[in-house]
């Protein structure tokens, strides 16, 4: 028995489905099923007929005809039984159930149990070879990572070696522990003879560029006889080695510790209550704006039990286009009408939560979306040119009078580079990410002072479609609902508890596509 096909029809002869089992053209198998509505008898009891070549084999399935295109050698018998199990598969996994019935041709001794278990169950053989194939890319990769540190470690012993360091003058290794290895705080030690002098420090931050300045290279060395000390007591001598040699060495930007401790301060108060707002937008490269989705929440924080008796009066801005949705739990004629929110249950406290936990209670949300772009913060303008065998790129910033940014940074993603881009021009301060190739534009704030600004750099030959999409990232103490908490109104009486409201607007998703 050879089967050629397996297809669904309509009664008009309009083929919906064909799977075929053997090699054959397209026209072949379309002209073997375009006579089959021809040949196809009336008021006849038997459901097969034949030509000169095929045998047709079929079944009526309500408004559709299943068919079984086969050779004249085939068994009859065994196309019927095929032909019975295949119109009991057509309601699930149509061409994978065909393939678990009919192998090269040759019908496989399955039930419809089978098929279905068959379609359902995962390949064990697929999920080993996964498994080999990733251990060995990560085996790949550990040899790579051995042969690029070996490499690394043999050109510094090498310099070392030519220089003067601290060296084991038979092995040619280093044997004292990287770690272990620190910088001496006296003036003494190191001269500009010993290969080490006019080394300096890299600071922990973005390193700041004055506006129309050309900024000196990333691998220059510093001039200089002597070294910077005070620093650090535990600087890695290692990478003090890369920088003498030229390396670019780029360090993780560290936040300061006034900014760290603000972001996580515990609240003091009894009462706190927080509005923060997350805002997403998508920005077109070309000019405009596909999408502007700002979500808000008021939390409340209560530090101790005898104060959850409360209610909590607030004003809004006034904005039409923001839409307020109170807790399930809160009572919704209250805030609609004196915009106090407050439990159904008066005599049930709230909740309260210790001192470390920031989420505290969801007492509102709201959430507005726009097309107009005048309501965007901050817009950002990208032009890449190429010019010769490289590409300039002139990227500026537009900030609205709505809001004081704070933190902002600005990720242009780069080709692959070895060195860190030429900057040419800056507002700001910069830093190059070489193992994701991302340039990072960090402007501390921007306020009234500095609504607009640029930077210019310039990078080998690259589609400008590698500079996108473009991320941006910033803080801001206003939001868009301008919500303020007005009273604690307390219901067992007396005077109302000492509170504070936290306000910050963050993005989550803000890009330049």
Sequence with gaps: MVVLAASILSKSGKVLVSRQFVEMTRIRIEGLLAAFPKLLGTGKQHTYFETENVRYVYQPIEALYLVLVTNKQSNILEDLETLRLLSKLTAFGLIFAFDEVICLGHKENVTVALVKQYCEMESHEE??????????????????????????????DKNRGDKGGFMSMGSGRIETSLSEISIPSSGSGFGSGSGFGGLINEVDSFPTKSK???????????????????????????????????????????????????????????????????????????????NF?????????????????????????GNPG??????????????????ILGLKDPNRPFPTGPAGDAAGVGLLKWRMQSADESMVPLSINCWPSVSGNETYVSIEYEASAMFDLQNVVISIPLPALREAPSIRQIDGEWRFDSRNSILEWSIVLIDNSNRSGSMEFVVPPADSSVFFPISVRFTATST????????IIPLRGGAPPKFSQRTNLVTENYQVM
Excluded: C
Aim: a positive charge; proline letters at 5%; hydrophobic letters at 35%.
């Design 480 to 487: 868009y609902s301008d919500l303020k908490v007005v009273n």
């Design 212 to 290: 129309g300045r050309q900024p000196s290279s990333a691998t220059a060395p510093p001039k200089g006889s002597g070294m910077q000390l005070g620093k650090s007591q535990k600087t890695n001598q290692f990478l003090e080695s890369l920088k003498a040699e030229g390396e670019l060495i780029v360090e993780d930007v560290k936040p300061k510790a006034g900014q760290a401790k603000a972001a996580i301060a515990p609240p003091t108060d009894p009462i706190t209550l927080t509005a923060e707002e997350k805002l997403n937008v998508t920005l077109k490269r070309d000019g405009g704006m596909s």
């Design 293 to 317: 989705d700002v979500q808000g929440t008021l939390s409340l924080q209560i530090l101790n039990k005898e104060d959850g008796l409360i209610q909590v009066q607030i004003e809004t801005g």
């Design 127 to 156: 999920k080993l070879h996964k498994l080999v194939l990733q251990s060995k890319i990560n085996e790949t990769k550990d040899v790579m990572k051995r042969k690029a540190s070996e490499i690394e470690k043999s050109k510094i």
């Design 322 to 339: 923001i839409l307020f949705k109170t807790h399930p739990n809160m009572n919704k004629e209250l805030f609609s009408n004196e915009n």
